[in-house]
């Protein structure tokens, strides 16, 4: 009887864990494709003008994010996905397609 208990408390515990995960937030940093793969470009705190631009493309693609003390965060689940996580990077940083879409855009240093 005690193992099954056990068993199912520590099935609870990884489920709870896994969807904690998944609906987390993380701070959105910029993905490069190098090669074959997907990295991280930069971790260190993102300019106010890329982070506005970031605000645009994440809103017009209907994807769910917060800002906190100016850093765009998105969930755990979608900042995963490194290619598309390349693509809001290379949007947030095209003025052609803020052009495209009617968006102000704002240069970047």
Same mark, same amino acid.
């Given at each position: 009887m005690k193992k099954y208990t056990l068993l199912t408390l &520590?099935?609870? /515990? *990884?489920? *709870?864990? /896994? &969807? @904690?995960w998944q609906y987390d937030y993380t701070p959105f940093y910029p993905v490069k494709h190098v090669g074959k793969e997907y990295v991280v470009d930069n971790i260190e705190k993102q300019s106010h003008q890329f982070n506005e631009n970031l605000v645009k493309v994440l809103g @017009? @693609? =209907? /994807? =769910?994010?917060? /800002?906190c003390n100016g850093v765009v965060h998105v969930k755990n689940q979608l900042y995963a996905n490194k290619p598309l996580m390349y693509n809001y *990077?290379?949007?947030a940083k095209d003025e052609m397609w803020f052009n495209d879409h009617h968006f102000a855009y704002y240069k970047q240093k």
């Open positions: &520590l099935l609870v /515990v *990884t489920c *709870t864990s /896994v &969807l @904690y @017009y @693609y =209907n /994807v =769910n994010f917060k /800002v *990077t290379r949007k």
